[in-house]
């Protein structure tokens, strides 16, 4: 076996990007694999900074980097053996001493393997599908999404299939794939119709404690729970916590109270439901530029506002959907969340960010709830 006391420049130098001490890591593991395998790796390793997200795109740019650049300097370095035509990638034996080394190489960065730049959290998410039926009713909208499925694999050093969040397990399809430990604590992907999005495993576990906060709250961290939604956006859920509907409810809310123009359509099934959000609601009303409409059977009278409008309907749709709705003007930053109770505080829904979707529910509340407003 070699000896590294004193390192070639040439391993020094490949030791100097993150990505490309994972790289040696897994392969220390795993000996071969492929291109796609350790793109696959890097981009879920580089979500483990604060904040941080990826998608397919800077998959795509992994791979690409990895081909080009990384894989050909580890090569050159005598670390690995890389047939580009094949895109295949192999490791026989590691110089003694070389992973003191990479962690002394990984000690002097703030977040061991990140593995380059990442979108920033926010709403910044491809647009799925619109759902194609026509909204005739917001339980018959629901129901379309009963069956949609959701693959969701686990790359962590022990199986976590725990780290899905009930609020989130209905049609999840879980798989686990094996890390080195080097590479704790792991990522997931989750896969929705070939769209790979890559998320640190905290992600998936945020909605275990998810943030109520009122939208002016500047002390509520919204980060890695707006991350979950829209990793999660057109999928069903199943709940029986109120706090969970309430904190995505605050997500929504707290998007319309930032852009402070468009529409708020919020529906709490009944109005003794909304009298503990009346204040909330009559500061989006008056504060902002919203134009806020809230909705429920008429079993408590609302106070008198002029910006607030009011629905006081006893119907199906209305007395057992809980719906928040948030119609940017732009279409950017559009959202909404349905859940129905099935049955005594369980509710079953989805939330959504397809601004052509929000905007065909609207449009549906417009037409169907206008004259029950006047």
């Given at each position: 076996?070699?000896?590294?006391?004193?390192?070639?420049?040439?391993?020094?130098?490949?030791?100097?990007?993150?990505?490309?001490?994972?790289?040696?890591?897994?392969?220390?593991?795993?000996?071969?694999?492929?291109?796609?395998?350790?793109?696959?790796?890097?981009?879920?390793?580089s979500t483990h900074g604060e904040g941080q997200l990826a998608t397919a795109a800077d998959y795509r740019r992994t791979r690409i980097e990895l081909?080009?650049?990384?894989?050909?300097?580890?090569?050159?370095?005598?670390?690995?053996?890389?047939?580009?035509?094949?895109?295949?990638?192999?490791?026989?034996?590691?110089?003694?001493?070389?992973?003191?080394?990479?962690?002394?190489?990984?000690?002097?960065?703030?977040?061991?393997?990140?593995?380059?730049?990442?979108?920033?959290?926010?709403?910044?998410?491809?647009?799925?599908?619109?759902?194609?039926?026509?909204?005739?009713?917001?339980?018959?909208?629901?129901?379309?999404?009963?069956?949609?499925?959701?693959?969701?694999?686990?790359?962590?050093?022990?199986?976590?299939?725990?780290?899905?969040?009930?609020?989130?397990?209905?049609?999840?399809?879980?798989?686990?794939?094996?890390?080195?430990?080097?590479?704790?604590?792991?990522?997931?992907?989750?896969?929705?119709?070939?769209?790979?999005?890559?998320?640190?495993?905290?992600?998936?576990?945020?909605?275990?404690?998810?943030?109520?906060?009122?939208?002016?709250?500047?002390?509520?961290?919204?980060?890695?729970?707006?991350?979950?939604?829209?990793?999660?956006?057109?999928?069903?859920?199943?709940?029986?916590?109120?706090?969970?509907?309430?904190?995505?409810?605050?997500?929504?809310?707290d998007r319309a109270w930032r852009a402070g123009q468009g529409e708020l359509h919020a529906g709490f099934q009944s109005m003794s439901v909304f009298?503990?959000?009346?204040?909330?609601?009559?500061?989006?009303?008056?504060?902002?530029?919203?134009?806020?409409?809230?909705?429920?059977?008429?079993?408590?009278?609302?106070?008198?506002?002029?910006?607030?409008?009011?629905?006081?309907?006893?119907?199906?749709?209305?007395?057992?959907?809980?719906?928040?709705?948030?119609?940017?003007?732009?279409?950017?930053?559009?959202?909404a969340l349905l859940a129905e109770e099935r049955s005594p505080d369980e509710y079953f829904g989805f939330w959504t960010y397809d601004d052509r979707?929000?905007?065909?529910?609207?449009?549906?509340?417009?037409?169907?709830?206008?004259?029950?407003?006047?």
């Amino acid at each position: 076996m070699q000896s590294i006391e004193d390192p070639p420049k040439g391993v020094m130098k490949s030791l100097t990007e993150p990505i490309r001490r994972s790289v040696l890591r897994y392969l220390n593991a795993a000996e071969t694999t492929t291109v796609d395998r350790l793109a696959l790796i890097a981009t879920g390793l580089s979500t483990h900074g604060e904040g941080q997200l990826a998608t397919a795109a800077d998959y795509r740019r992994t791979r690409i980097e990895l081909h080009h650049v990384h894989l050909p300097q580890l090569e050159q370095a005598g670390l690995i053996e890389y047939d580009a035509k094949s895109r295949e990638v192999a490791i026989d034996t590691f110089p003694e001493g070389l992973f003191a080394l990479v962690d002394d190489a990984d000690a002097s960065e703030d977040r061991p393997g990140e593995s380059g730049e990442t979108q920033p959290a926010g709403p910044e998410f491809e647009a799925d599908p619109v759902v194609a039926v026509p909204v005739s009713s917001l339980r018959g909208l629901i129901a379309t999404v009963e069956h949609t499925q959701v693959p969701v694999q686990i790359f962590s050093p022990k199986p976590r299939e725990e780290v899905v969040s009930q609020f989130i397990n209905r049609n999840v399809q879980i798989d686990y794939e094996p890390l080195p430990s080097s590479l704790s604590p792991g990522f997931a992907v989750v896969d929705r119709d070939g769209a790979l999005r890559f998320c640190h495993l905290d992600v998936l576990t945020s909605v275990d404690e998810p943030p109520t906060g009122e939208p002016w709250d500047d002390d509520t961290d919204r980060t890695a729970y707006r991350q979950f939604l829209g990793l999660f956006r057109n999928s069903p859920f199943a709940t029986t916590d109120r706090t969970q509907l309430l904190a995505t409810s605050r997500e929504i809310e707290d998007r319309a109270w930032r852009a402070g123009q468009g529409e708020l359509h919020a529906g709490f099934q009944s109005m003794s439901v909304f009298r503990s959000q009346a204040e909330p609601y009559r500061r989006l009303a008056e504060e902002t530029g919203l134009d806020v409409q809230v909705y429920g059977r008429p079993d408590w009278t609302p106070f008198d506002s002029t910006d607030l409008g009011t629905v006081a309907v006893d119907d199906d749709d209305i007395g057992r959907v809980w719906f928040v709705l948030y119609r940017d003007p732009s279409g950017e930053n559009s959202c909404a969340l349905l859940a129905e109770e099935r049955s005594p505080d369980e509710y079953f829904g989805f939330w959504t960010y397809d601004d052509r979707l929000v905007d065909r529910i609207v449009e549906y509340l417009d037409a169907a709830y206008t004259i029950a407003a006047e």
